[in-house]
């Protein structure tokens, strides 16, 4: 944990208030839901439980949590209304861990749960369960008995998933470091039967980023398996222009019975996409790349590239346009890379340095015409724009590699990683 990371206690943030960006409140937080790992790793902080207005639970991943206090909660004011429901893998932090009978490592004494802190780590969105504070003696917290004090996560026992006889679960948690791509590829060389064991235990966001690098087959074969109502939260997660590309794959009363299941907001965008040809610049856009009003600084520029959760092709520009911001933008203006906004004073105005000269494409453009665009301008991305001038999207040097890869690269690539055994 990195120094001055702040700890907040979970009682602390039982029925606290939620609020959204504006300051209006969201709900009250029922619950923290966390993820148990093999032997004494810290349990993932996952998300918390909302209940909402009439009494309703949702669920708030953390990755839409943008401020956690001892006093309010604040998120990114996208929540999805579905009711909460607990998988498997989850687990209740003020339903199921606290007022647990656990045992000390060193000692073997058996103490009473009475609190957890959760703390976000260093350089990450990620947070985890970090300290325990429990009391000797037998007693839960009504009854004050005993020394009370606060261990470490792996200073305890009898939290944690055993080694053996988990299922998914525990295969779950040996591979929860590898990154998506890996992941994609372990879940790819599994039986079909465990495969989908293995995508049913993941959370939303990690199950999207996987099927983002899956093949069309197993990414069809994963979502037709969900839950309906599943389904259309993990495609929600998913990059639009990935979402769109799988549900191009489904039947077409399917692919609508899942858009009409996903909040309007998060369909929009892949109906657009499904209209254009999926190997023209339209096709292959991601309706989400950074959009900055010319008024906007090089301050405020260099803080959206610094989003973690961005890919380092889309962070590597902006892109400047009149109001509205959401694509399709108002009138397109131009783009700034990244390094040129180093390169300015913070309060310099990014529509005073947008480069004005460079062409964006049609959403027309076949993928011959994207690939001559990248490397004649040496970018790894490009804007698209309809005929108006509004901004569509951006292409990225990623998605056009996929559609020039053969269609079975990642089962050749993945799992052969340059440098490795078969090197030199």
Request: proline fraction near 7%; include cysteine; hydrophobic fraction near 40%.
């Amino acid at each position: 944990m990195a120094a001055g990371a702040p700890r907040i206690f979970v009682s602390h943030l039982a029925d606290v208030a939620v609020f959204d960006p504006r300051g209006d409140q969201v709900g009250r937080v029922r619950d923290l839901v966390v993820m148990l790992r093999v032997g004494g790793r810290p349990p993932r902080l996952l998300g918390l439980v909302v209940e909402v207005v009439s009494r309703h639970r949702v669920f708030i991943p953390m990755t839409r949590v943008t401020g956690v206090e001892s006093g309010q909660v604040i998120t990114t004011g996208v929540v999805n209304m579905r009711h909460f429901e607990q998988r498997p893998t989850e687990t209740l932090v003020l339903g199921e861990l606290l007022d647990r009978r656990v045992r000390l490592v060193d000692t073997g004494e058996e103490v009473t749960v009475l609190d957890v802190s959760v703390v976000q780590l260093p350089a990450r969105r990620d947070w985890e369960i970090d300290k325990v504070f429990v009391r000797r003696g037998k007693g839960g917290r009504l009854r004050r008995r005993g020394e009370a004090l606060t261990v470490e996560w792996s200073a305890v026992t009898g939290f944690s998933l055993e080694e053996e006889g988990q299922g998914a679960a525990n295969l779950l948690a040996t591979f929860e470091q590898l990154r998506p791509a890996d992941l994609a590829n372990v879940l790819h060389h599994l039986s079909p039967k465990r495969r989908l064991e293995v995508a049913a235990a993941l959370d939303d966001d990690r199950l999207a980023d996987v099927l983002e690098e899956l093949p069309d087959d197993d990414q069809v074969e994963i979502i037709n398996k969900l839950k309906e109502e599943r389904a259309a939260d993990v495609l929600e997660a998913m990059d639009p222009d990935d979402a769109a590309d799988l549900l191009s794959e489904l039947p077409d009363e399917d692919k609508e019975r899942l858009l009409k299941l996903m909040q309007p907001q998060d369909a929009a965008p892949l109906r657009r996409l499904l209209t254009y040809e999926e190997s023209t610049a339209g096709g292959l856009m991601t309706t989400e790349p950074i959009v900055l009003r010319p008024d906007a600084t090089v301050a405020v520029a260099l803080a959206q590239v610094r989003d973690p959760d961005l890919s380092p092709a889309l962070a590597a520009q902006v892109y400047v346009c009149r109001p509205p911001d959401e694509t399709p933008t108002g009138k397109y203006l131009g783009v700034v890379h990244f390094q040129r906004l180093l390169r300015e004073p913070p309060y310099t105005l990014v529509g005073a340095i947008a480069d004005t000269g460079l062409s964006p494409l049609p959403p027309n453009a076949p993928l011959s015409a994207l690939t001559s665009y990248l490397a004649t301008y040496n970018m790894v991305a490009a804007p698209v724009v309809d005929e108006a001038g509004h901004l569509l999207g951006a292409v990225t040097v990623d998605d056009v590699l996929d559609h020039l890869l053969p269609d079975d690269w990642r089962e050749t690539a993945v799992h052969e990683p340059w440098g490795g055994a078969h090197a030199g």
